[in-house]
């Protein structure tokens, strides 16, 4: 899919993320306006973008408010090239764990493959002639040739049979056989028309479950990469494995027996990779990696260490910030696919800070995320929208799931408002985690109907307060068991 960009202006990205994401506001301008800021740039004369560098955000906020779902969403909608990590994943360079660098080769590979899908998409048609072409060769074998001279004593190639043993084909093996009698030029017009019969048939899908043996070429580019001495084993195992698949299978044939409908899409997958310039598609991937790219670095706060504590974790936990650093602030990294800039990458860090505080962030990364954004608790009311507006909303989905057993689910309104005040209701006496307890009082609420769906005679439940209380209004006043269940 192509992205209009200059569409993208920041009052149309906050109007998409609202069909998802309730409320957030100051949250979703920031990252609509530093997404803009990333097409304004490229407008620019090259002397002055390159001084421009993007002004990375830092969302604070409890679980459940909406950090991930910005980021994921934003994502979708930018057509960037896009990577969410777990902060928590990496460790400095000495210790086990992934080091801070594989981030950046992660999003190559991320604008590798974006940029590779786009490019064959445009190359689908050929690649589809191709397919088709290549099936028939296998259906009818030689048909393709052209006419070899009888001075050169071969014999043309002829079908065995009339036409109603062609009709006949995807039910008997074909067989070729050389006829002499026959003039050389009517037995090539003969094994033409006979290769559009067989065409039309193979495009009316006669020869689907026909079996037929194919050559895919085992091919790929090699995968070498430049690790740093804290890579994890994870790491280098897959390195060692592309280059053994790349010293024992390189440029070797793999045959294979299948029907003709796995056949097409195994065909077409090679024709695809066989029709793309690699090396184009590496020097635009980089490209957009370095003028486009966005990194998610979730769960930012679990690196954080406050400073009267100074156990050997909480250095692990200052070195990975320490590693960070220089990719945020631009440096070149190692890929497979070639050195990449950082300099221009866009990061959005995010966080709960419920224990750490971003001052707790040593002050150099604190500076490397100049701008701040808090992200608001939900309440209620928040959560009677979720229930209802979001074109996911999880009243939607259960709606879904349970049409498909023929079962016709109806929320009332005074059973949302229940749902919603006893999400409230349980995240302020324990632990606050957002949106996600409606998951769980949602799965409660409607554990019995799910079980019984397949069976239930009635095929049309209403979900109403009184149903909503008796599923759960034990379960919130008994605080021990709450605490295990919701």
């Given at each position: 899919?192509t992205?209009?960009?200059d569409?993208l202006?920041?009052?149309h990205?906050?109007?998409e993320l609202d069909k998802y994401?309730?409320?957030q506001?100051?949250?979703?301008?920031a990252v609509?306006v530093?997404?803009?800021?990333?097409t304004?740039?490229l407008k620019?004369?090259?002397e002055?973008?390159e001084?421009i560098a993007?002004?990375n955000i830092l969302?604070i906020?409890?679980t459940?408010?909406g950090?991930t779902?910005?980021a994921?969403?934003?994502a979708?909608l930018?057509?960037?090239p896009?990577l969410?990590?777990?902060?928590?994943?990496y460790?400095e360079v000495?210790?086990?764990g992934?080091?801070?660098?594989?981030?950046?080769?992660?999003?190559?590979a991320?604008g590798?493959?974006?940029?590779k899908?786009?490019?064959?998409?445009?190359?689908?048609?050929?690649a589809?002639?191709?397919t088709?072409e290549?099936l028939?060769?296998l259906?009818?074998?030689?048909?393709?040739k052209?006419?070899r001279?009888?001075?050169?004593?071969a014999?043309?190639l002829?079908i065995?049979?009339s036409e109603?043993?062609a009709?006949?084909?995807?039910?008997?093996?074909?067989?070729?056989?050389a006829?002499s009698e026959?003039d050389?030029?009517?037995a090539e017009?003969d094994?033409?028309?006979?290769?559009?019969k067989f065409?039309?048939?193979l495009?009316?899908g006669k020869?689907e479950?026909?079996?037929?043996e194919?050559?895919v070429?085992?091919?790929g580019?090699?995968s070498?990469e430049?690790?740093?001495?804290?890579?994890?084993?994870e790491d280098?195992?897959?390195?060692?494995?592309?280059?053994?698949?790349?010293?024992m299978?390189?440029?070797k044939?793999?045959?294979k027996?299948?029907?003709?409908k796995?056949?097409?899409?195994i065909i077409m997958d090679?024709?695809?990779?066989?029709?793309?310039?690699?090396?184009?598609?590496v020097?635009?991937?980089?490209e957009r990696?370095?003028?486009?790219?966005i990194i998610?670095?979730?769960?930012?706060?679990?690196v954080a260490s406050?400073?009267?504590?100074?156990?050997?974790?909480d250095?692990?936990?200052?070195?990975?910030?320490?590693?960070?650093?220089?990719?945020v602030?631009?440096?070149k990294?190692?890929t497979?696919?070639?050195?990449?800039d950082?300099?221009h990458i866009?990061?959005?860090?995010?966080?709960?800070f419920s224990?750490?505080?971003?001052?707790?962030?040593i002050?150099?990364f604190?500076?490397?995320f100049?701008?701040?954004?808090?992200?608001?608790?939900?309440?209620?009311e928040?959560f009677?929208r979720?229930?209802?507006?979001?074109k996911?909303a999880l009243?939607?989905?259960?709606?879904a799931l349970l049409e498909?057993?023929g079962l016709t689910?109806i929320?009332?309104?005074e059973a949302i408002?229940?749902?919603s005040?006893?999400a409230a209701?349980?995240?302020s006496?324990m632990e606050?985690?957002?949106a996600r307890?409606?998951?769980?009082?949602m799965?409660?609420?409607?554990?019995?109907?799910s079980f019984?769906?397949?069976?239930?005679?009635?095929?049309t439940?209403?979900i109403d307060r009184t149903y909503?209380?008796e599923r759960l209004?034990d379960i919130?006043?008994?605080q021990?068991l709450s605490?295990y269940?919701?």
């Amino acid at each position: 899919m192509t992205i209009n960009f200059d569409e993208l202006t920041p009052p149309h990205i906050v109007a998409e993320l609202d069909k998802y994401i309730i409320g957030q506001t100051k949250a979703k301008k920031a990252v609509a306006v530093a997404l803009r800021n990333r097409t304004r740039r490229l407008k620019l004369s090259e002397e002055i973008r390159e001084e421009i560098a993007p002004k990375n955000i830092l969302m604070i906020g409890p679980t459940g408010v909406g950090k991930t779902e910005i980021a994921r969403r934003l994502a979708k909608l930018s057509g960037a090239p896009f990577l969410k990590v777990e902060a928590t994943k990496y460790t400095e360079v000495g210790y086990v764990g992934r080091d801070v660098e594989s981030m950046i080769r992660d999003l190559m590979a991320v604008g590798y493959s974006m940029v590779k899908s786009e490019m064959q998409e445009t190359l689908k048609a050929q690649a589809e002639k191709n397919t088709e072409e290549i099936l028939l060769d296998l259906l009818l074998p030689g048909s393709n040739k052209k006419k070899r001279s009888r001075k050169e004593g071969a014999q043309p190639l002829l079908i065995a049979g009339s036409e109603h043993d062609a009709e006949a084909a995807p039910n008997m093996e074909i067989k070729i056989e050389a006829d002499s009698e026959k003039d050389g030029g009517h037995a090539e017009d003969d094994m033409s028309e006979t290769r559009e019969k067989f065409r039309k048939m193979l495009r009316d899908g006669k020869f689907e479950d026909k079996m037929v043996e194919v050559s895919v070429q085992q091919s790929g580019m090699p995968s070498f990469e430049i690790f740093a001495g804290g890579s994890s084993m994870e790491d280098l195992e897959s390195a060692m494995s592309n280059i053994s698949s790349m010293l024992m299978g390189a440029g070797k044939n793999k045959r294979k027996t299948t029907s003709v409908k796995e056949a097409r899409t195994i065909i077409m997958d090679d024709q695809l990779d066989k029709l793309v310039d690699h090396d184009k598609i590496v020097e635009e991937a980089k490209e957009r990696v370095e003028q486009m790219g966005i990194i998610f670095i979730d769960e930012i706060d679990k690196v954080a260490s406050k400073s009267e504590r100074s156990s050997g974790i909480d250095v692990s936990r200052e070195g990975v910030q320490r590693d960070i650093l220089p990719i945020v602030e631009g440096s070149k990294v190692n890929t497979k696919f070639g050195v990449v800039d950082t300099r221009h990458i866009l990061f959005i860090a995010a966080g709960a800070f419920s224990i750490s505080k971003p001052s707790d962030l040593i002050p150099e990364f604190q500076g490397r995320f100049p701008l701040r954004v808090e992200l608001e608790s939900l309440h209620a009311e928040d959560f009677k929208r979720i229930l209802l507006e979001p074109k996911n909303a999880l009243t939607k989905q259960y709606k879904a799931l349970l049409e498909t057993e023929g079962l016709t689910v109806i929320f009332k309104d005074e059973a949302i408002e229940r749902m919603s005040n006893l999400a409230a209701e349980v995240n302020s006496t324990m632990e606050n985690i957002g949106a996600r307890r409606l998951h769980t009082i949602m799965e409660m609420l409607l554990e019995d109907i799910s079980f019984n769906a397949s069976d239930m005679a009635e095929k049309t439940v209403e979900i109403d307060r009184t149903y909503v209380d008796e599923r759960l209004k034990d379960i919130v006043q008994d605080q021990d068991l709450s605490r295990y269940i919701l």
